[in-house]
């Protein structure tokens, strides 16, 4: 059974620093690997989805990559602003017939700090 | 851009009471899911639904039953509402193809009484 983990679970930065969250997968077999957001109390907003062929993926301050082999992706946020304050949810796509199935981790709260 | 609403943001209501839970898309998209989210337990998928009048069991399925009776919209229906129904309920959309992002509404916080 596929699982999801995301660590650490909530991280307290300064305004301006570069960061790291980690996502873990327990199946290397997944179609594609998605990066939320989700500000309290709202929905999830996509951030960036990296198909299974793909190594990286970029959106502005935002870079997600993904290594199938070893069950893991990381979602790099350069220079951190307090409006990124968040909690941040990787999923990975089973791709059960054409029906996209997610199964996320338990999120990453992040909070930057002016 | 996507839209995916949600009938309502906040509901009150009591023990054993049927509850309907409203969900419209926009993008003619022909899947649509329906999440539960507790604190330490995550997103948990409840239904989901790849066409008009289908629709296929998720992870935690007991106590709850689906109707999709138009492409654009999924309803989540509370047979009989208990306490433990108690969280926060997400929508989400995607195309068929599954490669693309699902879209998520802005979420409805139930509360059973």
């Known amino acids: 059974k596929q699982e999801v983990t995301q660590i650490p679970a909530a991280l307290s930065v300064p305004e301006g620093e570069n960061l790291v969250l980690n996502c873990s997968f327990t199946d290397s077999a997944i179609y594609n690997l998605q990066w939320f957001r989700q500000d309290p109390g709202k929905g999830l907003t996509s951030l960036l989805l990296i198909q299974s062929s793909q190594r990286e993926q970029t959106s502005g301050r935002l870079n997600a990559s993904l290594d199938k082999s070893s069950g893991r992706s990381t979602l790099y946020i350069a220079a951190s602003q307090p409006g990124d304050s968040a909690t941040y949810l990787c999923?990975?796509?089973?791709?059960?017939?054409?029906?996209?199935?997610?199964?996320f981790g338990q999120g990453t709260t992040l909070q930057v700090k002016p | 851009d996507v839209k995916v609403t949600q009938s309502s943001r906040y509901l009150v209501k009591r023990t054993g009471e049927k509850v309907f839970l409203e969900c419209v898309q926009d993008m003619d998209h022909e899947n649509m899911f329906w999440y539960r989210q507790d604190p330490g337990l995550g997103l948990r998928l409840i239904y989901f639904?790849?066409?008009?009048?289908?629709?296929e069991k998720g992870d935690i399925p007991e106590g709850y039953s689906v109707s999709r009776e138009k492409k654009e919209r999924f309803s989540l229906i509370l047979e009989s509402a208990s306490t433990n129904q108690t969280s926060m309920y997400l929508c989400?959309?995607?195309?068929?193809?599954?490669?693309?992002?699902?879209?998520f509404g802005p979420g409805t916080r139930l509360l059973v009484l």
């Open positions: 989400a959309s995607s195309r068929r193809t599954g490669s693309e992002t699902q879209y």
């Open positions: 999923a990975v796509n089973l791709a059960m017939g054409n029906t996209g199935k997610l199964i």
């Open positions: 639904s790849y066409d008009v009048k289908m629709k």
